[in-house]
Each structure stands twice: as C-alpha cells, then as structure tokens.
C-alpha cells in the first residue's frame, strides 16, 4: 500500500535551463506538461528571461512559480543581457562564466526548498553534484536529439573539448563504431 501511495506522490521539481530561448521553451513545455499531472514547478532562470516568457496558463498558475536568480556581472559580459539572444556568439563565453556564478544562489534555493527533482541542462557541469549533496534527485533534458549526442560525444569529451584544436571536430569522431562521413566543416565549427 506504502509503494502504491508513494508512486502517486506529488512532486515539486526544480527546472533549471541554460539562457537561450531554444532551451527556455522546451523546458518551459516539459514544466507546463508535469504540472499538467499535478507537481509543483519552480521555474528558474534571470528576471529578465523570466518575464520574457510566455506567461503560466491560469488552470497552471498555482503549480508554476518562477523563480529569479539576478545574474552576476562579468567582465565582458555588457550590462543587463541575460539570453545567447542579445549577444554575439563570440561573447558567449562570459555569458557562461555569469550562469556559472548562479551556483551559490541555486544551491542555497535548493537547499531552503523541498524539492525532490531538479531538470537541468548541458552547460551547469557543477549541478549534479549540487544536487546529490542535498539528497535531490536530478536528471538532465536534452534539448538535442540522439544523434547529436553521439557526435558530440560522452560529458568526459564535452568537457575536454574547450583544450581541443578546431580541427578535431572536423573528423568523424572515434567512438562512433560504424563507416561515417558525418563532420562539421571547418567555417561551421569556426562560425557556429
């Protein structure tokens, strides 16, 4: 009876998506899609972003709180972005050294809330670790499909490929085990 209770448990789950509207909208759907059944959302992100979105349903409303996280400034980083939207691409890195400092604010919301899951995406490495400290179970949303995960290859590769010639990306990478002719181009790799 105990096992049947628990599977029926309503959960509030933690969503934590990079900052870039190609993210922000799938996880906004997958958040809308599980307080359709029931669970609590704390939708996270920067002031900015948040009120860029699309506003909760009302039969939602109850379910879905946003949750703001100011972004800290960076060098480099111009005053008041917060979205992959209103920079260059070449500027994008201090964009992610900001999302990087969300670190201490996320753990301490984490850590004064009862969430039982937290969903978040490729960029915060430092998360799941986060999270197991504080007893949260997490898992990540993939926003690319499966074939773009086996050419990028396993979070060890992700994580190595900033100490990586450009050029590597431009051969068919040794662990896809099959005949493939699937790269980038060079322009792609450089301009992407």
């Known amino acids: 009876m105990d096992e049947m209770k628990k599977?029926?448990?309503?959960?509030?789950?933690?969503?934590?998506?990079?900052?870039?509207?190609?993210?922000?909208?799938p996880f906004l759907r997958l958040s809308n899609h599980l307080a359709q059944l029931g669970h609590r959302i704390s939708f996270i992100s920067t002031p900015k972003n948040l009120h860029r979105l699309s506003q909760i349903a009302p039969n939602l409303s109850s379910l879905v709180t946003m949750v703001p996280l100011p972004l800290p400034p960076v060098h480099g980083l111009p005053d008041s972005v917060e979205s992959t939207s209103e920079l260059p691409f070449r500027l994008v890195p201090y964009l992610k050294r900001a999302y990087d400092q969300l670190q201490p604010p996320?753990?301490?919301?984490?850590?004064?809330?009862?969430?039982?899951w937290?969903?978040?995406?490729?960029?915060?490495?430092?998360?799941?670790?986060?999270?197991?400290r504080l007893g949260i179970n997490s898992v990540f949303f993939s926003i690319f499909n499966a074939s773009v995960l086996a050419f990028l290859g396993s979070p060890e590769e992700i994580l190595l490929r900033d100490q990586q010639p450009l050029e590597d990306l431009t051969v068919v990478p040794e662990w896809i085990p099959f005949p493939s002719n699937v790269a980038f181009r060079l322009y792609e790799v450089i301009y992407h």
Do not use: C, M, R, Y
Request: aromatic share 16%; charged share 10%.
């Open 118 to 132: 937290l969903i978040h995406d490729f960029v915060p490495h430092w998360l799941p670790q986060v999270a197991t």
């Open 106 to 116: 996320l753990t301490e919301f984490l850590q004064n809330s009862d969430v039982n």
């Open 7 to 25: 599977e029926h448990q309503k959960l509030h789950i933690a969503v934590f998506p990079w900052l870039a509207f190609g993210h922000f909208l």
